[in-house]
């Protein structure tokens, strides 16, 4: 899809000219439950909102779009999206997963498999020969990344994964909630599922809960992860529904502010004297730079992360420093965060203690960068 395609389905917000009202934004329709004959189903299709309602086609049908899907449903949540994804599986299956993925779903995968039957290994995804070693033909079921990766950034090759998973009769599920359908689609490179968190850029407003999952190919997987939204009662509610509809109008806009941000912001600190490490794939020297180049259009993404001299503590007093940086976990919104990155994530954790997780916002690009070196230049107790 080019550019001007996506950015206006993403403006117009699919407004419909035949609604009677007028209105330019859709109603928010809360019926938990529709008429429908004695003998059936309502005519409409909708009958009871664990299964759907109006107002959540909308946004499902412009996500579907946006990633050249064959199919969307949106979740309560990214994690819900993710574990309707995985719980499709049967006992006994295999799953390769990346050792720099988002946190959350790693501990869930602890949890979950051990009473599911479920088998899972993490491998250094860059190296494509490590997830040839870990697929096991015919009993590996999925082979999952997340890229631009979390918090390192790293950059998998999803053409390159997608033919290991397939030779393996495996499926290739994508989490793109860091590159949103504006940067890259997944389903082009033959990924066979693609995730979000849109509590993300999707939504990019930190006001709403939800995820999604897409497919390229409507088949049994799919009628599973559908079973596992359905009657698990993992469907995105009415109100959020309406506010994502709302956040995801403007996502190409937020996402541009933010990659132009995380751009400036990485090539100015790589010189900084208390900055050992910057981790963005828009610097040349970060080694997923040329496969980026290649995966993604219009931008490397909106987060960096950096690994300050002085550690933890050093990291912690950055982070009271800051005025414009808030100092919160998530990413994607429209206000710049900050978070160290290893206390976030608990005692599991494999991240240096110094690293700090950098979500630019939309705010203007001098002031985000000022305000992170008054916070590095700053000496101690100011
Ligand atoms: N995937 C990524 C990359 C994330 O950053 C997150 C949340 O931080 C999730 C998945 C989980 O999404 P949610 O918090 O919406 O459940």
Not at 94 to 118: A, E, N, Q
Not at 158 to 174: D, N, S, T
Request: aromatic content about 8%; hydrophobic content about 45%; charged content about 20%.
């Amino acid at each position: 899809m080019s550019h001007y395609v996506a950015d206006t389905t993403l403006a117009q917000g699919y407004c419909d000219e035949h609604d009677p009202t007028g209105a330019v934004v859709p109603p928010i329709h809360l019926a938990t439950t529709f008429l429908r004959p004695p003998e059936g189903y309502s005519p409409t299709g909708w009958s009871y909102s664990r299964y759907g309602y109006p107002g959540l086609e909308m946004p499902e049908a412009t996500l579907k779009v946006l990633e050249g899907a064959a199919d969307c449903r949106l979740f309560s949540s990214g994690m819900s999206a993710m574990t309707a994804v995985v719980m499709a599986l049967q006992p006994g299956d295999h799953c390769v997963f990346p050792i720099d993925m988002y946190h959350g779903l790693r501990t869930w995968l602890k949890g979950f498999s051990t009473h599911w039957g479920i088998r899972f290994d993490h491998v250094d995804m860059t190296d494509l020969d490590k997830v040839r070693q870990a697929v096991i033909p015919g009993v590996t079921r999925l082979v999952w990344a997340e890229t631009p990766s979390n918090p390192h950034w790293q950059i998998y090759d999803l053409a390159a994964l997608a033919e290991i998973a397939h030779k393996a009769g495996a499926r290739l599920v994508v989490d793109n909630t860091v590159a949103t359908p504006i940067l890259a689609r997944p389903l082009a490179f033959g990924a066979d599922i693609v995730v979000h968190s849109a509590t993300k850029y999707l939504n990019g407003h930190s006001d709403v809960l939800a995820g999604a999952a897409l497919t390229a190919t409507v088949d049994d997987f799919w009628g599973r992860v559908l079973f596992n939204r359905d009657y698990h009662g993992g469907i995105l509610g009415q109100f959020q529904a309406a506010l994502l509809m709302r956040g995801m109008r403007t996502l190409h806009l937020r996402v541009a502010r933010a990659c132009e941000s995380a751009m400036a912001l990485a090539e100015a600190l790589k010189d900084h004297p208390s900055v050992n490490a910057v981790f963005y794939p828009g610097l040349p020297t970060h080694p997923g730079h040329a496969l980026a180049t290649r995966q993604m259009a219009g931008g490397f993404g909106g987060m960096l992360s950096i690994i300050v001299a002085g550690g933890a503590e050093e990291a912690e007093r950055i982070m009271t420093r800051t005025k414009i940086w808030k100092p919160a976990t998530s990413l994607g919104g429209v206000e710049s965060l900050i978070e160290r990155r290893e206390a976030v994530e608990g005692p599991n954790s494999h991240v240096d203690p110094g690293l700090l997780r950098l979500s630019a916002g939309v705010e203007a690009t001098r002031d985000l960068i000022d305000d992170l070196f008054a916070a590095l230049d700053a000496k101690n107790g100011n």
